[in-house]
Nanobody, 127 residues
Framework: DVQLVESGGGSVQAGGSLRLSCAVSRYTFTDGCLGWFRQAPGKEREWIANVRTLDFDRDTRYAVSVRGRFLISQDKDNGTLYLQMDRLQVEDTAMYYC???????????????????WGQGTQVTVS
């Protein structure tokens, strides 16, 4: 089965930066879609970004709440998915998850149900 393992979370002051990583293994879809979600306490899990794997970092989408501050990318050599988070805000505090689709279409893939494979999450706390 596909395995996704997130890392890089931690505590940071508002205005700071963090880079999350998601080690992706056994994802054999050369034209697939990988994404990042987050879930704050008491809130629903929310989509924040995705990238089409065929095009690596050229075909990306972002939620309005993070556009211009977060950058999703994928390493061409080892397939690791990244989320560079800059100008972090207290409202960004959440558990962050990477996820993978079985389909290549990233456009419109904003729901949890659009993604089949999930990691266990990494906590980001902004104070």
């Amino acid at each position: 089965d596909v395995q996704l393992v997130e890392s890089g979370g931690g505590s940071v002051q508002a205005g700071g930066s963090l880079r999350l990583s998601c080690a992706v293994s056994r994802y054999t879809f050369t034209d697939g879609c990988l994404g990042w979600f987050r879930q704050a306490p008491g809130k629903e899990r929310e989509w924040i970004a995705n990238v089409r794997t065929l095009d690596f970092d050229r075909d990306t989408r972002y939620a309005v709440s993070v556009r211009g501050r977060f950058l999703i990318s994928q390493d061409k050599d080892n397939g690791t998915l990244y989320l560079q988070m800059d100008r972090l805000q207290v409202e960004d505090t959440a558990m962050y998850y990477c996820a993978a689709r079985k389909e290549s279409i990233c456009g419109g893939a904003y729901r949890q149900s659009d993604y089949y494979f999930w990691g266990q999450g990494t906590q980001v706390t902004v104070s």
